[in-house]
């Protein structure tokens, strides 16, 4: 999945980026259901690079993986649609495997998001129906954002926390990500 982000005006073109999911190698510990907090391993394994749902150019050649809520951004290379890694910071919990992948050339920066980013994101996320429009799906809601122009400003998040609400309550967890559009953010699916 072929993903853009826009900064104001004047900033340069953003890099491109495509959603990935990191696979642990088959020696790992097995995901933690029941966490309600972090639950950090480092690991090798493999991430698998989606293709561009909208006819864009897949990765290819060398690579920088992101998962801006772990502070991780490691180089590999993208080889018949995967990057092998020889370690990976994880976080075990159940939903919580996609990173962010960006060409090697890049030089992305992890930032915090402004207040005014977090309450775009979540009024963002608000228009996905999964949530059913409960703001309190957003009550433990974790956000990690990338600056890919170099204006210290969140171009990309990657979110943790409900993913599915129904029956009063969080039906499950995972990850959202989201783009910047000037001062608004949307959904990248």
């Not at 909208?54 to 809520?69: H, M, Y």
């Not at 998040?157 to 129904?166: E, I, M, R």
């Not at 039906?171 to 000037?182: N, Y």
Request: glycine share 10%.
């Amino acid at each position: 999945m072929l993903l853009t982000a826009a900064g104001g005006n004047k900033a340069p073109a953003p890099a491109p980026a495509w959603i990935g999911t990191f696979e642990p190698a088959p020696q790992a510990p097995p995901s933690c259901i029941d966490c309600t907090v972090p639950a950090f391993v480092q690991l090798a394994g493999s991430v698998r690079v989606l293709a561009p749902s909208e006819g864009g150019a897949p990765a290819t050649g060398d690579v920088l993986v992101i998962q801006p809520r772990l502070g991780v951004i490691v180089r590999g290379r993208v080889d018949s649609g995967r990057i092998a890694l020889a370690w990976f910071n994880f976080d075990r919990r159940d939903g919580d495997a996609g990173v962010i992948v960006i060409p090697g050339d890049a030089h992305p920066q992890i930032v915090d998001p402004s207040k005014a980013d977090l309450v775009a994101i979540r009024a963002a996320m608000m228009r996905d129906e999964v949530l059913a429009g409960v703001h309190k799906a957003l009550d433990k809601l974790e956000v990690g954002a990338v600056d890919l122009d170099g204006d210290r400003k969140a171009d990309l998040v990657v979110t943790y926390g409900c993913n599915a609400w129904a029956d009063g309550q969080c039906q499950s967890m995972g990850q959202f990500f989201l783009a910047r559009h000037g001062t608004s953010w949307s959904e990248i699916e």
